[in-house]
């Protein structure tokens, strides 16, 4: 479960003076569902779910993951949650089990734990044969395997993905978006952000539209096309972002 | 705060680095090389130096006493100088490092002396020049010795004891340990490789764990992991604090390597030529090693505090490389001679520890100071890290764009 109440992050920067990266975003995300939220550069998804997953400390409003506040019970948070965005890497010097059994330790996973874990891990994304290479050697596939492994080894409740696909080939993106949709079916509740049309007419159950730090749609595929007229996403997009500039 | 996290991220940063040939090099090669080099260098240098000025006879040139044949025969008969032909140039060529010194012997000195007028002699030198002095020393004395021989004569004309105008001798001999003497030559400048190479040590893993962790992403992962930052930075920075100590252990044990190995072959050479090694007193070579850790607590903190501002590797460097002209200022000022330590000055990190190592390395323990340095040390590192911790708290840093 997520739940953010206005969420509103401001950003000081010498050069731009204040950015408002969010403001008073609110919506709601419940178990078994993928939220996908649609944006063009800059839109303010990155700064969205960093404030989700704790990086970031919101400016005003409030949110709740899996039941604890993102301020208070930040630690609570994280525990329960797993983030993975097309912008974390892996560190090239460890194997891929080394990688993983690193963040079980730091979900304080019991040694035991992490090994059956790992194992079960390794047969479904079908990691077997380079479990102890090296990352630095890896294919992006390879390494895409192993990010997803070590984000799910605290069996986490909550999945936020940031733009998981960016820079990927079609096999890699589809290898992505079936995990997602194993999420889902697992009752998790997953957080999806990208800028690409089709992957949330595809893969999405809730979408909201973010732009310029505000979100100024939302609803199902459906309720989106009949509030707009439209029947592809990106025209209903540019609607709504059309609309704002 | 959780040990158990605390020691899983520095577990696997150590295994990290540990992999790093980069690393390796700048902790284990780089110092296991570097005293060795320091020591033998310096020590074959100086004594070099010193060996071939002494061995070389000084080229001096006689102005004048053509009509003083004696005392120019007796002069020209010292095997300890070389009368070289006297040209005009004298004096430029004094300037050109040609000739070591001159000598003026004034008209008349012969004559002079035949009848107990007074006279005097002249030397000619380059002043403050290492080998002019010594020519300089040599005609001095051999004309020192030419005037003992004169009133020698003319004592014993008047049939007079030599301890009338002598009545005892002044002599001088050396009794303070030979450490100290070593210490005042080279005593100041290994301590304070010592302090360089604990900065170098932990320069490139601090730049690495935070600035080279954020460009490469790695970062945000682990960031977004339950543990607290403050497990995080401890992790990090026991890590950055073992590459610098690493560094220094290094570095001592190929020193002391050096010196017994060395010394051993040195010995087997000739005696005389360990006085090419510098010595130094070891319990107080451990007590500086022991000064030296809180300022390698000070110094893995404050480099991880300021690399972590960066945002790539690179810029982290550019943000480092300078400070190493902070950590050479003061204790280049350590070395220099007449600044002594005080109660003012042992409050100042890196030169304090520069100027006491100086006095542990020639034996001498300062208990009031050493502990009054030791204090300081600890003070500022703590500082260090709590601003590393809350360099690690803040958003803006973390996530700078
Ligand atoms: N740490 C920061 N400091 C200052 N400004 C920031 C920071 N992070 C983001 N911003 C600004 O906030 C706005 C929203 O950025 P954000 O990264 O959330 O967008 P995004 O939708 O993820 O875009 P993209 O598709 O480029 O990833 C942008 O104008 C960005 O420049
Ligand atoms: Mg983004």
Redesign the pocket.
């Known amino acids: 479960m997520i739940e953010a109440r206005h969420l509103t992050?401001t950003?000081?920067?010498k050069k731009?003076g204040e950015?408002?990266?969010?403001e008073a975003v609110s919506f709601q995300v419940v178990p078994g569902q993928i939220y996908g939220l649609l944006?063009?550069?800059?839109?303010?998804?990155?700064?969205?779910?960093?404030l989700l997953a704790t990086l970031?400390q919101p400016t005003a409003g409030s949110a709740t993951v899996a039941g604890f506040d993102v301020v208070r019970d930040a630690q609570h948070v994280r525990a329960h949650v797993g983030f993975l965005a097309a912008s974390t890497a892996l560190y090239g010097r460890l194997t891929a089990r080394e990688t993983i059994a690193y963040f079980g330790k730091l979900n304080g996973m019991a040694a035991e734990d992490i090994q059956h874990r790992t194992q079960r891990l390794a047969d479904e994304l079908d990691m077997h044969e380079f479990l102890d290479r090296r990352c630095d050697k890896f294919s992006t596939g390879m390494k895409q395997k192993t990010s997803i492994a070590r984000t799910l080894i605290h069996d986490p409740v909550v999945m936020i993905f940031?733009?998981p696909t960016v820079g990927l080939d079609v096999m890699a993106a589809r290898t992505i978006v079936r995990f997602v949709r194993d999420c889902r079916a697992r009752g998790k509740t997953v957080i999806y952000?990208t800028?690409v049309m089709s992957e949330v007419e595809k893969l999405c159950d809730v979408i909201g539209i973010?732009h310029g730090?505000r979100l100024l749609a939302e609803g199902t595929l459906e309720q989106l096309r009949d509030r707009f007229g439209e029947q592809e996403m990106e025209e209903i997009f540019v609607k709504v972002a059309g609309e704002e500039g | 705060m959780n040990w158990k996290n605390i020691i899983t991220i520095y577990l696997k940063e150590l295994r990290d680095m540990l992999r790093d040939r980069r690393t390796l090099i700048s902790m284990i090669v780089i110092p296991t090389l570097v005293m060795p080099g320091l020591v033998l260098g310096i020590g074959f240098v100086s004594y070099k130096i010193v060996n071939q000025a002494r061995s070389t006879v000084p080229a001096v040139m006689v102005l004048g006493g053509e009509d003083s044949p004696k005392a120019r025969a007796a002069l020209a008969a010292n095997q300890r100088i070389k009368i070289i032909p006297t040209t005009a140039d004298w004096k430029q060529r004094i300037s050109d490092k040609k000739v070591r010194a001159a000598v003026e012997i004034p008209s008349g000195f012969d004559a002079a002396i035949e009848r107990g007028a007074p006279t005097a002699i002249k030397i000619y030198n380059y002043e403050g020049e290492m080998r002019s002095g010594f020519a300089v020393g040599e005609v001095r004395r051999f004309f020192t010795q030419y005037r003992d021989k004169v009133i020698a004569a003319r004592l014993a004309e008047r049939s007079l004891p030599v301890t009338l105008i002598r009545p005892f001798d002044v002599n001088s001999e050396n009794v303070a340990p030979p450490e100290k003497v070593g210490g005042n030559v080279i005593g100041g400048l290994i301590p304070y490789f010592f302090l360089l190479l604990s900065f170098t040590g932990a320069m490139y893993p601090a730049m690495d764990l935070t600035a080279g962790e954020k460009e490469r992403g790695t970062m945000e992962a682990i960031l977004s992991s339950p543990i607290a930052r403050i497990d995080l930075v401890l992790g990090k920075f026991f890590m950055v604090l073992t590459a610098s100590l690493s560094t220094v252990l290094f570095s001592l044990v190929s020193m002391g390597l050096t010196f017994v190995i060395g010394g051993a072959m040195l010995a087997r050479s000739g005696a005389a030529q360990r006085a090419a090694l510098p010595s130094l007193d070891p319990f107080g070579l451990l007590a500086v090693v022991g000064m030296v850790l809180p300022m390698a607590v000070l110094f893995s903190a404050a480099l991880l505090t300021i690399s972590l501002f960066a945002k790539s590797f690179k810029e982290a460097q550019s943000y480092v490389s300078p400070l190493i002209i902070v950590i050479i200022m003061p204790a280049v000022v350590g070395l220099l001679p007449g600044v002594e330590l005080n109660a003012r000055l042992a409050l100042v990190p890196i030169l304090n520890v520069s100027l006491v190592s100086k006095e542990l390395v020639s034996g001498v323990w300062h208990w009031n100071y050493l502990a009054l340095i030791f204090g300081s040390s600890c003070v500022y590192a703590a500082i260090a890290l709590a601003l590393a911790v809350r360099m690690f708290n803040r958003?803006?840093v973390i996530?700078?764009?």
């Open positions: 992050k950003f000081r920067d731009r950015i408002h990266a969010t944006g063009a550069n800059g839109a303010g998804k990155t700064t969205t779910l960093r970031l940031d733009e952000s800028h973010i730090g | 958003e803006d996530f700078r764009t």
